[in-house]
């Protein structure tokens, strides 16, 4: 049973479609920052080379310019008022300005708006004040933040939460973070705000919902769910102000409804925040696990399972839920209710047995097809959002982004997709363009002392 989840975040210092500042490789895959690219990101802002020229994705506080919204920002008072804000009464300013490596009379001045912040200062203000970067520098939310809640199993030996498989599965949450950013050029839609109460989400995602449960949160709560072989365990994250869930390909249907569940839960309590610890961790772990189950199973389902008397009944109801024996064990438990003998024993069994020992009172198919074949074939087929892959679609079709985001997507080769050619001239002729249209440094310095 996976029992952890350890949040990740990465910011976007000025990003801009496929590419990131300390975040992608050149290869346009998304990677977790180290601390030394926090240090190559503030070097390359305070270069000589960068000093007075604007790249397009140069932050500097003070006076700066900020692309993708268009707008020039005064900031050295709006980014004091931002970290006086967010400041807990257990931080004094003297505490602050030790972490940000600056003198009290420093961090003073640049609350009162009297000085400006160097990139690695912000940087360092804004992870012990625990809030995203860009948005401490530009009051607005990161359109591509991706923030991570990963399941980890229970180690009995080290009685340790551990995920073994987390580096292996970041090459993958990579790729799938960089779907997103090839996709939305100016950020994912927001998915639908989620209630923090399993009935109103019940309710909101239809009954039976079990029974599809993807498609129901994918058009009812705007949440994305991915399904991709290879990975340890299970995912959800936080793309910008979009839901989504990813999972790893398995035949356990049963699992893989629990992990909807579970991931939902962290979603829709708020458990992806920036800093994490070991013992919220177990907080938040818990109250996920007990949204999955009150979620999945409502009290008039647990009532009525207490009153049935036989095995085929129970085979039925498991189905019609889409839990497994031991998630209605453990719920029946928690709740102290008891059943007849004979479904107390049928409980002990395990799911997919006591299914092929009562198939006839599930099935309600005409086609012959055995339904729970067909709940795991979907449950192990590889699988992409319909909304990630045509808005991926048209912007390879037009040439906005490389194709490989939708090869890797629909695992096919490139060669079997149709995108334009890249025209040489004109990127050759753009680039000129770009270069000719840059800041002076003389623009530059009459921007910052205006």
């Known amino acids: 049973?996976?029992?952890?989840?350890?949040?990740?975040?990465?910011?976007?210092?000025?990003?801009?479609?496929?590419?990131?500042?300390?975040?992608?490789?050149?290869?346009?895959?998304?990677?977790?920052?180290?601390?030394?690219?926090?240090s190559r990101f503030a070097s390359d802002l305070d270069s000589p080379r960068n000093a007075h020229h604007g790249s397009p994705h140069q932050y500097s506080v003070g006076i700066f310019p900020i692309p993708r919204y268009g707008q020039w920002v005064d900031a050295n008072t709006?980014?004091?008022?931002?970290?006086?804000?967010?400041?807990?009464?257990?931080?004094?300013?003297?505490?602050?300005?030790?972490?940000?490596?600056?003198?009290?009379?420093?961090?003073?001045?640049?609350?009162?708006?009297?000085?400006?912040?160097?990139?690695?200062e912000t940087a360092r203000i804004a992870e012990a004040l625990g809030v995203d970067t860009h948005w401490l520098i530009t009051g607005v939310p990161d359109p591509f933040e991706v923030r991570v809640a990963a399941r980890h199993a229970w180690d009995a030996q080290t009685r340790q939460r551990v995920n073994p498989g987390g580096q292996d599965d970041q090459v993958q949450l990579d790729r799938v973070v960089a779907l997103y950013r090839a996709a939305f050029l100016d950020g994912p839609p927001a998915s639908s705000e989620l209630s923090t109460s399993?009935?109103?989400?019940?309710?909101?995602?239809?009954?039976?919902?079990?029974?599809?449960?993807?498609?129901?949160?994918?058009?009812?709560?705007?949440?994305?769910?991915?399904?991709?072989?290879?990975?340890?365990?299970?995912?959800?994250?936080?793309?910008?102000?979009?839901?989504?869930?990813?999972?790893?390909?398995?035949?356990?249907?049963?699992?893989?409804?629990?992990?909807?569940?579970?991931?939902?839960?962290?979603?829709?309590?708020?458990?992806?925040?920036?800093?994490?610890?070991?013992?919220?961790?177990?907080?938040?772990?818990?109250?996920?696990?007990a949204f999955a189950s009150e979620l999945l199973i409502s009290d008039s389902d647990l009532a009525a399972v207490a009153r049935l008397k036989t095995e085929a009944g129970l085979a039925r109801k498991v189905w019609d839920l889409g839990v497994s024996t031991e998630a209605l064990r453990n719920r029946l438990s928690k709740a102290k209710l008891s059943t007849s003998e004979v479904v107390a024993n049928a409980l002990l069994t395990s799911t997919p047995k006591l299914l092929r020992r009562n198939a006839g009172a599930i099935s309600t198919r005409d086609d012959g097809i055995d339904p729970v074949t067909h709940r795991e074939q979907l449950s192990s087929a590889r699988q992409f959002p319909l909304s990630l892959l045509s808005a991926l679609q048209m912007q390879t079709a037009v040439g906005s982004v490389s194709p490989i985001h939708l090869a890797w997507a629909l695992e096919v080769?490139?060669?079997?997709?149709?995108?334009?050619?890249?025209?040489?001239?004109?990127?050759?002729?753009?680039?000129?363009?770009?270069?000719?249209?840059?800041?002076?440094?003389?623009?530059?310095?009459?921007?910052?002392?205006?």
């Open 413 to 450: 080769p490139i060669d079997d997709l149709e995108f334009p050619e890249p025209n040489e001239l004109l990127a050759a002729q753009a680039s000129q363009q770009l270069l000719a249209d840059r800041p002076t440094a003389e623009y530059w310095h009459t921007r910052i002392t205006e």
């Open 198 to 289: 399993p009935p109103a989400l019940r309710r909101a995602l239809g009954p039976s919902f079990a029974r599809e449960f993807t498609a129901r949160l994918e058009e009812r709560l705007q949440v994305d769910v991915i399904r991709i072989a290879g990975l340890n365990t299970d995912y959800s994250l936080r793309v910008g102000g979009r839901s989504v869930i990813v999972l790893a390909t398995r035949s356990s249907w049963f699992r893989s409804n629990w992990s909807l569940a579970h991931e939902l839960g962290h979603l829709a309590l708020g458990h992806h925040a920036v800093n994490d610890t070991s013992q919220r961790v177990q907080r938040t772990e818990r109250s996920a696990n």
């Open 1 to 38: 049973m996976y029992t952890r989840a350890t949040t990740i975040a990465w910011s976007a210092f000025g990003c801009s479609g496929s590419e990131h500042v300390g975040g992608f490789g050149s290869s346009g895959v998304v990677r977790r920052p180290k601390s030394t690219d926090v």
């Open 78 to 120: 709006d980014v004091g008022g931002r970290i006086r804000a967010n400041m807990p009464p257990s931080l004094s300013q003297r505490q602050l300005a030790r972490h940000a490596k600056m003198t009290p009379d420093a961090l003073s001045r640049a609350l009162s708006g009297q000085r400006g912040l160097s990139p690695m």
